[in-house]
């Protein structure tokens, strides 16, 4: 080994701090890190590293320039350096590639190869998958699980939460494309939309259902029964309801966020039997009263 | 070689205190599990450059972050580099 002044570049009567100076200037231009892909450097960066160890280090000095010890063993260790391990290729997040960012975003060849190159190895989150799927009304309001049929021959349970609305998006975390490195995959993004349905329509929570009743149901009030997404029910029809008359079943309409559920709203509609009958025709024509009153009296006529 | 934090304070010397501001710092970032981080021989011998740009070099923590960014930035390059060479031989990814 050579005498460590002259791998130094030091005078043997150079201070301390003339020494680290010294150290310093050359580890900064040798040291493996700083130089990834230079082979040499680690030879010269051992060299001079293990002559700054030596005369570093003021008793191990003092013994050199009195001639007890030789430069002999003053060179350091094996040593793995970080270069050694980041031109691995795990995808680690150390990587970076915003150093070439400006070239990928060209349109030829070179960007095309400098991409694949990225795509190859970075450590990529997969790509979120689109899908897009039509439910019942009802299946909306009461939540159930459908299944998506992929390209691919794969399948999705996709489990829809009571109260959707339409156009909702459901995210089923990781069913996505495959990641890349120790990038996860991607989610599965699924539009939901609701077919509309012949009886029900939906206001925010509520939900609005035109109900037929018969003419006596109307003047003569009775328990009849409505259907709800959940199920028929018994409601009263109040003696004297007319068309237009709204009930409120409450909690039966759609699940709110955060707990409880909004109303159906039954509006009744009143329907003549489908064939004129001669007794109820008998009966309005000497009805009095009925003759007498006139719903627009009051509106614009 | 997978070392748990305790493993990799003992094995490179450094501080706890010094660990976490690097941690902080994301000049390391070893991976996290359920039970704490896990520690790679590559996440070691990143400490271990750190502590030469600190000692040996007398790079202050600013000029670590600078020098830790452009180092990572390098291996970017040169693994794209690297790949590129691959493509050009007419060879596999």
Redesign the interface.
């Known amino acids: 080994m050579r005498n460590p002044y002259e791998i130094l570049g030091v005078p043997s009567s150079a201070s301390a701090a003339d020494l680290q100076k010294a150290y310093r200037k050359l580890a900064k231009k040798l040291h493996p890190d700083l130089n990834p892909g230079d082979k040499t450097a680690e030879e010269k960066f051992k060299e001079v590293a293990g002559a700054y160890d030596l005369l570093g280090d003021a008793e191990k000095r003092k013994r050199f320039d009195a001639g007890e010890i030789d430069a002999t063993g003053a060179e350091r260790q094996q040593q793995h350096f970080y270069r050694d391990f980041a031109g691995a290729d795990d995808g680690h997040p150390y990587t970076n590639s915003a150093g070439f960012g400006d070239f990928m975003d060209e349109g030829d060849a070179f960007a095309e190869l400098l991409r694949r190159s990225q795509r190859a190895r970075a450590n990529r989150r997969g790509e979120d998958l689109h899908y897009q799927l039509a439910i019942d009304f009802v299946d909306s309001i009461v939540g159930t699980t459908k299944r998506i049929i992929l390209p691919d021959g794969g399948a999705l349970d996709v489990k829809i939460p009571p109260g959707l609305v339409d156009g909702q998006v459901i995210r089923l975390k990781g069913k996505g494309a495959p990641g890349a490195g120790k990038g996860g995959p991607g989610d599965a993004l699924i539009e939901v939309e609701v077919l509309p349905d012949r009886r029900f329509t939906r206001d925010g929570d509520n939900i609005s259902l035109e109900l037929p009743i018969s003419l006596s149901e109307a003047v003569l009030g009775g328990k009849i029964r409505v259907p709800t997404p959940t199920g028929d029910v018994t409601m009263s029809v109040p003696k004297g309801s007319n068309t237009g008359t709204t009930l409120r079943l409450r909690g039966k309409g759609a699940p709110r966020r955060g707990g409880g559920s909004g109303d159906e709203l039954v509006k009744l509609k009143i329907v003549l039997p489908k064939s004129p009958d001669p007794e109820l025709e008998a009966f309005v024509s000497n009805w009095d009263v009925g003759k007498n009153f006139n719903p627009r009296e009051g509106s614009a006529s | 070689m997978i070392m748990t934090k305790q493993e990799f304070l003992t094995s490179s010397g450094v501080q706890v205190q010094t660990l976490e501001f690097w941690l902080e710092q994301e000049w390391l ?1 070893p ?1 996290r599990t359920a039970d704490g981080m896990n520690f ?3 996440d070691v ?2 400490a ?2 750190i502590q ?1 740009l600190k000692t ?3 790079v202050n923590d600013e000029g670590i972050d600078v ?1 830790l ?1 452009l ?10 580099l ?3 060479h691959v ?2 031989r007419g060879g596999q ?1």
């Open positions: 970032i991976e790679s021989e590559k011998a990143r271990r450059l030469d040996d070099l007398g020098v960014h180092i990572d930035q390098l291996h970017g390059m040169r693994r794209a690297a790949q590129l493509e050009l990814a």
